[in-house]
């Protein structure tokens, strides 16, 4: 069964930084373009990056030049800097685009504030 884990966040204050990690079950993983995503409370759930197999990367808007995604055979990382109060959101990882809806885990929450 395919797992995606997502671990790293917690409470900062604006202005700092975390890094988080989803470990992937299956290396499967490798062939799909992976995406971080987040659901702030009362907000539909929003793809925030992504990354190749190749390693191309995309941001939105709101995060480009703040968040990093990386990854490699077994983990996708996305490290966070600059943190504002709107970043504040439960975090997850998925294919992007979404192939299965079965691949949602618990998410990691991330709080930002002073």
């Known amino acids: 069964q395919v797992q995606l884990v997502e671990s790293g966040g917690g409470l900062v204050q604006p202005g700092g930084s975390l890094r988080l990690s989803c470990a992937v079950s299956r290396n499967i993983f490798i062939f799909y373009t992976m995406g971080w995503y987040r659901q702030a409370p009362g907000k539909q759930r929003e793809l925030v990056a992504s990354?190749?197999?190749?390693?191309s990367t995309n941001y939105a808007d709101s995060v480009k030049g703040r968040f990093t995604i990386s990854r490699d055979n077994a983990k996708v990382y996305l490290e966070m800097n600059s943190l504002k109060s709107e970043d504040t959101a439960v975090y997850y990882c998925?294919?992007?685009?979404?192939?299965?809806?079965?691949?949602w885990g618990q998410g990691t929450q991330v709080t930002v504030s002073s």
């Open positions: 990354i190749t197999p190749s390693g």
């Open positions: 998925n294919t992007d685009p979404v192939v299965s809806n079965q691949y």
